[in-house]
């Protein structure tokens, strides 16, 4: 009896819950698989290229760039040439300038040692010392002037070369920080080019006088051995 009173409560309690509270209403896209109402997973943040990749992604940039290194290098290999012959220039000046001392040392040694010697003939031809004395000085002079004209040309071609560099190395770190958005169209500021710009420089002084120093100074010895050529053959 109490079995059938519990079946008659539960018949009545599911007829009493209607019958579309239990149905589910599934759109047609999602069973046809369309994936028009479907979220798309988020898409990765791209991360900015760095500089020398887009560089190497370019071709015009990455042919610039190689052009530029080449003939940054070319620069170089021409200043360590200017730099060595400066160094040699140098050389030979010093050694043109002991040439100088060394004659006229022995020229004086050999003329003050035939006058102690109380020959009379030695006042007489007195000239013959100081023409050779005269000649080798203006010799060694010259050479030492040509050299050190020679030294003031290879110092500026040197100049011009190191501002070549420095403005080439500026405009390849310019290139390597902007990458693509460099101008292909720019060309670095030579000294070539600046010329018609520049100002001339003044001529000075005391920068010319610095630079010949070293031929009036023999110069001027070369006059005080002349006349001492004389003082000694006949004292």
């Given amino acids: 009896m109490a079995t059938d009173k519990c079946e008659d409560v539960i018949a009545v309690s599911e007829s009493n819950?209607?019958?579309?509270?239990?149905?589910?209403?599934?759109?047609?896209?999602?069973?046809?698989?369309?994936?028009?109402?479907?979220?798309?997973?988020?898409?990765?943040?791209?991360?900015?290229?760095?500089?020398?990749?887009?560089i190497a992604d370019s071709r015009g940039h990455l042919l610039l760039l190689k052009l530029w290194q080449r003939e940054e290098e070319v620069i170089a290999r021409r200043i360590e040439v200017k730099e060595s012959r400066i160094d040699s220039i140098k050389k030979e000046?010093?050694?043109?300038?002991?040439?100088?001392?060394?004659?006229?040392?022995?020229?004086?040694?050999?003329?003050?040692?035939?006058?102690?010697?109380?020959?009379?003939?030695?006042?007489?031809?007195?000239?013959?010392?100081?023409?050779?004395?005269?000649?080798?000085?203006l010799a060694l002079i010259c050479a030492i002037q040509y050299k050190i004209i020679l030294q003031g040309k290879v110092i500026k071609m040197l100049q011009s070369d190191r501002s070549d560099s420095r403005a080439l190395s500026r405009c390849i770190q310019e290139l390597r920080m902007k990458g693509i958005s460099f101008d292909l169209s720019r060309e670095p500021q030579t000294t070539k080019k600046m010329k018609s710009s520049s100002v001339e420089t003044r001529f000075s002084p005391l920068r010319w006088c610095s630079r010949f120093s070293l031929p009036f100074t023999l110069t001027i010895t070369s006059g005080l051995i002349l006349c001492s050529c004389k003082f000694i053959a006949c004292s």
């Fill in 17 to 54: 819950v209607p019958v579309d509270s239990h149905i589910v209403e599934i759109p047609a896209d999602v069973l046809d698989g369309s994936p028009s109402d479907i979220p798309a997973p988020p898409s990765p943040a791209k991360h900015p290229q760095h500089p020398l990749e887009e």
């Fill in 93 to 137: 000046i010093f050694h043109l300038a002991c040439l100088y001392f060394a004659f006229h040392g022995i020229v004086l040694t050999l003329l003050f040692t035939a006058a102690t010697q109380e020959n009379a003939h030695t006042c007489t031809r007195w000239w013959i010392p100081s023409t050779l004395s005269l000649i080798t000085s």
